[in-house]
T-cell receptor
Framework: KQEVTQIPAALSVPEGENLVLNCSFT??????LQWFRQDPGKGLTSLLL?????REQTSGRLNASLDKSSGRSTLYIAASQPGDSATYLC???????????FGTGTKLQVIP | NAGVTQTPKFQVLKTGQSMTLQCAQD?????MSWYRQDPGMGLRLIHY???????DQGEVPNGYNVSRSTTEDFPLRLLSAAPSQTSVYFC?????????????FGSGTRLTVV
């Protein structure tokens, strides 16, 4: 059974700092991995999708990497801003129609 | 705007009442699913569908029914609401896993059962 862990559960950083969020998974037989952002009381917004054949994806100040062999993905946020404050979740999708497994998230607070 | 639309956004039910949460997508996604999100529990899959006429149970299906008569719609029915079903419900869709895309989520339905 796939297990997805996100550590730390919460993180507080000063504005402008570069930071890394971690996502670990136990079964490396994945199809893709997706990073989401969730603002309080809102739905999940997709940030980046990495296919199993890719090593990283970039969008603006965000960079996500994937190392299947070690069962790890990282989300790098450059020059953090207060508007980046949210909960970040990773989701691992296996092949076929097996269900996606979500991590429990990292709650990020960027302090002005 | 293309995406996943959920209605209602908020709902209060009395114990024992039934209701249907609506989910519609206009992206021609084959795969649709319902999740509930509870504090400390993360997202848990209730039911999912891989195409019209095909549904299957997730990890927490008890007390819920689904059907998929069209590609666009995937309603979730609460048969007899219980306080344990107080939660935020999300609908998500994607192309089939043979096509490399990710999930698109709706904005959620916040349900309170009293």
């Amino acid at each position: 059974k796939q297990e997805v862990t996100q550590i730390p559960a919460a993180l507080s950083v000063p504005e402008g700092e570069n930071l890394v969020l971690n996502c670990s998974f136990t079964d490396s037989a994945i199809y893709n991995l997706q990073w989401f952002r969730q603002d309080p009381g809102k739905g999940l917004t997709s940030l980046l999708l990495i296919q199993s054949s890719q090593r990283e994806q970039t969008s603006g100040r965000l960079n996500a990497s994937l190392d299947k062999s070690s069962g790890r993905s990282t989300l790098y946020i450059a020059a953090s801003q207060p508007g980046d404050s949210a909960t970040y979740l990773c989701a691992v999708r296996p092949g076929g129609y097996q269900k996606v497994t979500f991590g429990t998230g990292t709650k990020l607070q960027v302090i002005p | 705007n293309a995406g996943v639309t959920q209605t209602p956004k908020f709902q209060v039910l009395k114990t024992g009442q039934s209701m249907t949460l609506q989910c519609a997508q206009d992206m021609n996604h084959e795969y649709m699913s319902w999740y509930r999100q509870d504090p400390g529990m993360g997202l848990r899959l209730i039911h999912y569908s891989v195409g019209a006429g095909i549904t299957d149970q997730g990890e927490v299906p008890n007390g819920y029914n689904v059907s998929r008569s069209t590609t666009e719609d995937f309603p979730l029915r609460l048969l007899s609401a219980a306080p344990s079903q107080t939660s935020v419900y999300f609908c998500a869709s994607s192309y089939s896993s043979e096509v490399s895309t990710g999930y698109t989520f709706g904005s959620g339905t916040r349900l309170t059962v009293v």
